[in-house]
């Protein structure tokens, strides 16, 4: 194919873009394919080869550290050390998800037993957490799971990934949104509904508007684009604060402890452990946020494995044993949905200790809700870089460092999402945009560690590929059965040593053509491997209206890239093929040389 050009008569290259924060057209569609009616109709006429080409494409990690990263104009600043990373992580993660979603499921789903729900879900987050932290180190660009995608599974893997971090972040800052009005409420004797407008004519599960959520939005907005430092000191001392409410909360509720409470220890089973984890892993959600700060880390080969690791271990420890004080503290059917911790200790005659509680989980959702703002902000600041959504949004401000175009578009749509959608709801689909891409970073090491282009024979990446589909297919087999609730053990004795030899074959028979330079994964294929079972096996425990939802999101996605995303990143890798004639720029955009395994056959 001719660099710079289409071979279909599409038009490549892109025109040169407006410096500043104009609004023009060239400034979200600079892109040669819509320079004009006519030229977008030549587009459209080769959407078959263009996606052809970039479903074969892979980008390099020097253009996504080089090259993709030059296109926000200034650079963003490296001003990040492991201690802020503990913190933002801490700061990401301790939120909502505890101090709400611990009684929903404890009462409804799973009773006592919510203590080895979380830690499910914790091990499944920590195994992704080893992944990201690989990736973070070596690759340490404000695009996230995006840019690693784009690096190991190429361009249309990465975008389909990347509408659902984008879906994710947007979830997820809304429900958090919406459960500090819940908290908001309580601190002053007040239930949430009293603060929420009630829509007769909309749906039931859409029909409770929420300004004050819209209001607290807006406010991590203006914290968000002033300064990412700034930001951080800001969130660690929150968090120190939040810290300790949840140190008073464990001993306080602790000397209130009913072990009686704990005797009906598994109510609803093994499959309430298994259902209450898929939903729990939203409390474990906002890690991965961590990992786009790599890009303003002044030394990210120490600072991100302490950061991410330290951070998941301290936040899977303390959800424990708040669960075990929840759950010692009342009957598991006592136990209120909406401000559990609070009402628990009303009801044991501390009535005073409600006020700490409910400033303590304020103060933990504006820290979740002020590192979302962030994370969000520099993944979509990075996807835009690529030119799959409007380069507009990848602008970085020269005089704060933060990407703030990105950030108060990303912030506006979490606001429209809070003001409207019940927690429940955003919960469910959260945790199923939230594993899917927890399964391709899995996915995307295996491709990593053992695929390298020019190196791997055709024999090894062949078994590698037939190794990764027996190991998604035999997960998602268990995960099948798990869903559909078949009865009896014999499928489970069938597709767990299925996957356990797919794993087997995967180490014994495939070489690792790729060490890690700084920090790796231990024990792989194992530990890759097995995140991708407990990910996979953890959607099967998900209600089919998530995922129907989840289906048409991810179909609203396709059409977008088909008519937009494709066309602009595809005018936009070619011109940067024929600006950098002399170095290669993605695997799979041209003729491997001759005896070569070629990247974009995989």
Same mark, same amino acid.
């Given at each position: ?348 005659? +501390?009535?005073? $200790?409600?006020? /700490?509680? @409910? &400033?303590?989980?304020?103060? !933990?959702?504006?820290?979740? =809700? %002020? ?38 578009? +990303?912030?506006? $749509?979490?606001? /429209?999402? @809070? &003001?409207?959608?019940?927690? !429940?709801?955003?919960?469910? =689909? %959260? ?41 998604? $297919? ?58 991708? $079972? ?69």
């Amino acid at each position: 194919m001719a660099v710079g050009g289409d071979a279909n008569g599409g038009g490549g290259g892109v025109r040169q873009r407006q410096r500043g924060c104009s609004c023009t057209k060239a400034d979200f569609f600079p892109e040669e394919s819509f320079s004009s009616w006519s030229a977008y109709g030549r587009a459209l006429r080769s959407t078959g080869p263009r996606l052809a080409d970039r479903l074969t494409s892979r980008s390099l990690e020097s253009t996504e550290l080089h090259e993709v990263r030059a296109r926000s104009g200034a650079d963003m600043k490296r001003d990040l050390t492991w201690w802020d990373l503990v913190w933002f992580g801490v700061g990401a993660v301790i939120g909502a998800g505890i101090f709400v979603l611990t009684g929903q499921e404890a009462r409804e789903d799973v009773g006592p037993a919510v203590v080895v729900s979380y830690v499910v879900s914790g091990v499944s987050a920590m195994l992704s957490v080893f992944c990201y932290t690989e990736f973070a180190v070596e690759i340490p660009v404000a695009g996230g799971s995006f840019a690693y995608l784009r690096v190991e599974l190429g361009d249309f893997m990465a975008f389909v990934a990347a509408g659902n971090i984008l879906l994710e972040y947007c979830i997820g800052g809304a429900a958090v949104a919406r459960a500090w009005t819940s908290y908001f409420a309580t601190l002053l004797n007040h239930q949430p509904s009293d603060f929420r407008i009630h829509a007769s004519s909309l749906s039931a599960d859409y029909s409770e508007l929420d300004p004050i959520a819209v209001v607290v939005i807006a406010l991590v907005c203006i914290f968000a684009v002033a300064s990412t430092k700034g930001t951080s000191r800001f969130n660690y001392v929150l968090s120190i604060v939040h810290i300790a409410v949840i140190v008073f909360i464990i001993v306080a509720g602790l000397t209130k402890a009913d072990a009686a409470n704990m005797r009906d220890f598994m109510p609803f089973g093994v499959r309430g452990i298994f259902s209450a984890s898929a939903v729990l892993f939203f409390a474990y959600i906002g890690f991965d946020a961590v990992s786009t700060m790599a890009e303003e880390t002044k030394n990210p080969a120490r600072d991100i494995p302490i950061g991410l690791v330290g951070a998941m271990t301290l936040t899977t420890a303390l959800y424990c044993v708040l669960a075990v004080t929840l759950c010692l503290m009342q009957p598991y059917a006592s136990i209120d949905k909406d401000a559990p911790f609070s009402v628990a200790f009303s009801a044991r005659g +501390m009535d005073w $200790a409600k006020y /700490i509680v @409910a &400033f303590g989980a304020l103060k !933990g959702m504006t820290t979740v =809700l %002020l590192v979302s703002a962030v994370g969000q902000a520099r993944y979509l600041t990075h996807i835009a870089r690529t030119h799959m959504m409007p380069p507009w949004l990848a602008q970085v401000h020269p005089r704060t460092g933060t990407p703030v175009n990105a950030t108060v578009v +990303m912030l506006v $749509a979490t606001a /429209i999402i @809070a &003001f409207f959608t019940d927690l !429940g709801i955003l919960s469910n =689909l %959260l945790s199923i945009s939230t594993l899917f891409i927890f399964m391709l970073v899995a996915v995307a090491l295996l491709v990593r560690r053992y695929y390298v282009a020019g190196e791997t024979t055709v024999a090894n990446r062949n078994k590698l590929a037939a190794c990764i589909i027996a190991i998604l $297919a035999t997960s998602s087999a268990t995960a099948t059965c798990w869903g559909v609730n078949v009865n009896g053990w014999v499928p489970y004795a069938v597709t767990v040593p299925a996957w356990f030899a797919s794993t087997v074959c995967l180490w014994a028979f495939v070489p690792q053509a790729r060490a890690p330079k700084l920090w790796g994964v231990p024990l792989v294929p194992w530990l890759p491997s097995a995140s991708i $079972a407990i990910n996979v096996f953890l959607l099967g425990s998900i209600d089919y209206k998530s995922f129907m939802r989840f289906g048409f999101w991810t179909a609203g996605l396709l059409v977008y890239y088909l008519f937009v995303g494709l066309h602009a990143s595809y005018d936009t890798a070619k011109a940067l093929a024929a600006d950098s004639a002399m170095a290669k720029v993605e695997d799979g955009d041209g003729k491997p040389a001759r005896g070569a395994v070629h990247n974009g056959e995989y």
